[in-house]
T-cell receptor
Framework: GENVEQHPSTLSVQEGDSAVIKCTYS??????FPWYKQELGKRPQLIID?????GEKKDQRIAVTLNKTAKHFSLHITETQPEDSAVYFC?????????????FGDGTTLTVKP | GAVVSQHPSWVICKSGTSVKIECRSL??????MFWYRQFPKQSLMLMAT?????????EQGVEKDKFLINHASLTLSTLTVTSAHPEDSSFYIC????????????FGQGTRLTVV
């Protein structure tokens, strides 16, 4: 089955700095890679996703890159703000339709210091 | 919108009792719903896939007789933790996928179960 590894487990940055979270996956059949933000005690929220036919996707301060050959993808947050503090999970699945059966990374706790 | 609501948000029960958690899609129909378990500071682990009108599909290692899933309608799936024990204490989250559409699954807000 799929195995997703996520690094780092914790990340602390100063407000305004950039944050990068990296994930690797094992199953070459995976084609859909979502990123979720989860605040304490709340539901995970999809913040950005990328499909295997795209190498990079950007949405305002958030961007995701994918290297399908190397089987790794990364989340980039620029100009971080305190409200970006949360746990971020990467995930991998065969398709967006099968996102419910994603394999999740272990999460990265991001702390943005004001 | 795509709103998924879980009830209750938190529950405390005595060891040996059963607890039912509901997952409702409020503004869309969901043929398929998913149940996850999340331990503190850990990732989401898929427990089972709930299919309307048919039996749930359980992931390896998940006891189907302990975690009963019923998906009786297109907007409601329930997870019943039977004979709960303290080690069942966890955060249980569902997600629901819009019927017939190529969309992601939307998460409920989760249910914090504490077994004492």
């Amino acid at each position: 089955g799929e195995n997703v590894e996520q690094h780092p487990s914790t990340l602390s940055v100063q407000e305004g700095d950039s944050a990068v979270i990296k994930c690797t996956y094992s199953d070459s059949a995976s084609n859909y890679f979502p990123w979720y933000k989860q605040e304490l005690g709340k539901r995970p929220q999809l913040i950005i996703d990328i499909r295997s036919n795209v190498g990079e996707k950007k949405d305002q301060r958030i961007a995701v890159t994918l290297n399908k050959t190397a089987k790794h993808f990364s989340l980039h947050i620029t100009e971080t703000q305190p409200e970006d503090s949360a746990v971020y999970f990467c995930a991998a699945s065969i398709s967006r339709t099968n996102a419910g059966k994603s394999t999740f990374g272990d999460g990265t706790t991001l702390t943005v210091k004001p | 919108g795509a709103v998924v609501s879980q009830h209750p948000s938190w529950v405390i029960c005595k060891s040996g009792t059963s607890v039912k958690i509901e997952c409702r899609s409020l503004d869309f129909q969901a043929t398929t719903m998913f149940w996850y378990r999340q331990f503190p500071k850990q990732s989401l682990m898929l427990m089972a896939t709930s299919n309307e009108g048919s039996k749930a599909t359980y992931e390896q290692g998940v006891e189907k007789d302990k975690f009963l899933i019923n998906h009786a309608s297109l907007t409601l799936s329930t997870l019943t933790v039977t004979s709960a024990h303290p080690e069942d204490s966890s955060f249980y989250i569902c997600s629901a996928k819009k019927t017939g559409m190529n969309t992601e699954a939307f998460f409920g807000q989760g249910t914090r179960l504490t077994v004492v």
